[in-house]
């Protein structure tokens, strides 16, 4: 690969500040090779652990090789795997039994909080499965179910509304406790209600499993169990699903005390078999090309680039990362890793979708609270940018898991469009130009950096971070997207929010909120929802392996 950059200054592109030096103009034919060649149909929207997700990898690692990066990953090589959970697939034995075996999954399939087994008994009809003392109701009222299989209605006696007076028993997770608190040893579930969102067989998200078999039926096949009337045999078989991602990392060493970390994910949407895609359709390549080989282009382009420039005092780490999408689990694979402690990390720059600035030349930066040392900003002419920034170091990308760890943050970002997670994000779409035009921005930043040492770290004001907008309430915590065991795994408190108020630390992992017992991120919304402004309530958390009660007021 040719030199990009020489050492000539056009007048032009000189800067405000004298601090930093700029370079010819990026080549822009090379950013579009690398987008068009990861945003190809062959690559097949580079799911993390398919077949497209290893010929993207193996196609930066050769870009890094051409460009004399040092193998950083595992072994001596550019890869670093890391275990990605998928979800849970549908095992082999998913059927009823009644009179007829049934195992059509379009009419009867597990539920998602469903766990595993085959059981036969009694079917009984237990209305709608609601306990709700505050009302007088109960449909367990004179009924037997200790052994037997309930078959329960979703929805409630009045409906699915927001009004409904039985709103706050009208939850699945809570109808299926209820039952095996009744001896149920299977619940079937059926739906008569046109306005209820009935769960559909998609196991794409890591749910929490409950101990007995859970099967959803079309409601003809209930009129079927209830013509019947006679013992019912129900089989459910869900499986997890772990797959391996790669993170792609090559290594500049200058020698230098602290590195610098320049990354940007690679993985996207498959075929949309990852949670997130927006497009309702049959099955379709997702190219992802603005998210995000546009990042991937930039920082090989610009590992060039401080390849060969005079930029030595600190080193340079750049990390192609896969898992993104599915809830960042190779930025979290790496600064999790042994590998992590072989750097002294100063500070960590992150391309994610940068292959859309518009004709405002507006660009997104995101994280400038994580550092003083980011007014250097302010100080930038280049492209005639124009600069919208964020205070947070928190975001739903891979600068997220440094930030976590006390390591500044910048999040490059050119905004969203009508494309976003859908097949039609293609390499025609992207504006190479811009791309160029941030990447210059980017050298001149680290040049403007150069010679301050190790910057400096400082916490960001956090709002909003559990999705507050869909709750009256926040804890102020940032989970664990990646957490797959029981519980709700907390990766970061905001200061000055009730969780951190009350004593609620990064790892701990919430159980219980008051008396409402939280499996996953799931039954976490499910509770938070349940809570209003100034209530208090108990929250149990697992620390070094103990449980441990903290009071919170929201």
């Given at each position: 690969m040719k030199k990009l950059f020489?050492?000539?200054?056009?007048?032009?592109?000189?800067?405000?500040?004298?601090?930093?030096?700029?370079?010819?103009?990026?080549?822009?034919?090379?950013?579009?090779?690398?987008?068009?060649?990861?945003?190809?149909?062959?690559?097949?929207?580079?799911?993390?652990?398919?077949?497209?997700?290893?010929?993207?990898?193996?196609?930066?690692?050769?870009?890094?090789?051409?460009?004399?990066?040092?193998?950083?990953?595992?072994?001596?090589?550019?890869?670093?795997?890391?275990?990605?959970?998928?979800?849970?697939?549908?095992?082999?034995?998913?059927?009823?039994?009644?009179?007829?075996?049934?195992?059509?999954?379009?009419?009867?399939?597990?539920?998602?909080?469903?766990?595993?087994?085959?059981?036969?008994?009694?079917?009984?009809?237990?209305?709608?499965?609601?306990?709700?003392?505050?009302l007088n109701y109960d449909d367990y009222a004179n009924v037997d179910l200790k052994g037997n299989i309930a078959l329960i209605q979703l929805s409630s006696p009045d409906g699915t509304h927001p009004h409904s007076k039985y709103i706050d028993y009208n939850d699945e997770r809570l109808k299926i406790k209820s039952a095996v608190e009744k001896g149920a040893i299977a619940v079937i579930f059926y739906n008569e209600d046109e306005n209820y969102e009935v769960p559909v067989a998609d196991y794409r998200r890591t749910t929490a499993a409950e101990s007995i078999p859970v099967m959803i039926v079309d409601k003809s096949v209930a009129a079927q169990l209830i013509a019947n009337n006679n013992n019912c045999t129900v089989s459910t078989s869900l499986n997890p699903v772990i797959k391996k991602g790669h993170n792609v990392i090559g290594y500049i060493d200058n020698n230098a005390q602290s590195t610098i970390v320049i990354g940007a994910h690679y993985d996207h949407l498959g075929h949309g078999e990852i949670e997130g895609s927006l497009y309702r359709g049959a099955p379709a390549i997702h190219n992802g090309a603005d998210d995000n080989a546009s990042g991937v282009s930039l920082i090989i382009e610009l590992a060039e680039e401080l390849k060969n420039s005079s930029l030595k005092n600190n080193n340079y780490l750049f990390i192609a990362f896969s898992g993104e999408e599915m809830g960042l689990f190779g930025s979290k694979a790496f600064v999790n890793s042994t590998a992590m402690q072989n750097y002294q990390i100063n500070y960590m720059l992150n391309y994610d979708m940068v292959g859309r600035l518009d004709s405002t030349n507006t660009i997104i930066i995101n994280g400038v609270g994580s550092s003083t040392n980011w007014d250097v900003l302010n100080n930038i002419q280049s492209g005639n940018l124009k600069l919208k920034t964020t205070e947070s170091g928190i975001g739903p990308s891979d600068q997220t898991s440094f930030y976590l760890k006390d390591i500044p943050v910048l999040h490059f970002f050119t905004g969203s469009h009508n494309e976003y997670h859908k097949p039609t994000d293609d390499a025609n779409l992207v504006n190479y130009d811009g791309i160029g035009k941030i990447l210059s921005y980017s050298y001149v930043l680290i040049d403007s950096l150069n010679n301050e040492g190790k910057i400096n770290f400082t916490k960001t004001k956090e709002e909003n971070n559990d999705n507050a907008p869909r709750f009256t309430v926040t804890l102020g915590i940032i989970p664990d997207y990646a957490y797959s065991e029981k519980g709700m795994r907390i990766d970061g408190v905001t200061e000055g929010k009730p969780g951190s108020i009350a004593g609620i630390l990064a790892g701990d992992i919430v159980i219980k909120m008051g008396e409402i017992e939280v499996l996953d991120m799931m039954s976490y919304m499910q509770a938070l929802s349940k809570f209003s402004k100034g209530q208090k309530t108990m929250v149990t958390v697992i620390r070094n392996n103990a449980e441990l009660q903290l009071e919170v007021q929201f």
């Open positions: 020489a050492t000539a200054i056009p007048v032009s592109l000189l800067l405000i500040s004298t601090i930093a030096t700029f370079a010819q103009a990026p080549d822009l034919k090379a950013i579009k090779q690398h987008v068009e060649y990861l945003a190809a149909d062959a690559l097949e929207g580079r799911a993390t652990g398919s077949k497209g997700e290893q010929v993207a990898a193996a196609y930066i690692a050769e870009q890094f090789s051409a460009l004399g990066l040092t193998p950083a990953g595992s072994a001596n090589t550019f890869l670093q795997e890391f275990d990605a959970h998928a979800g849970k697939a549908l095992g082999a034995d998913n059927y009823l039994i009644a009179g007829e075996k049934l195992e059509n999954i379009t009419i009867i399939y597990p539920h998602p909080m469903s766990g595993n087994g085959v059981v036969t008994g009694k079917l009984v009809k237990v209305g709608f499965g609601i306990v709700a003392p505050t």
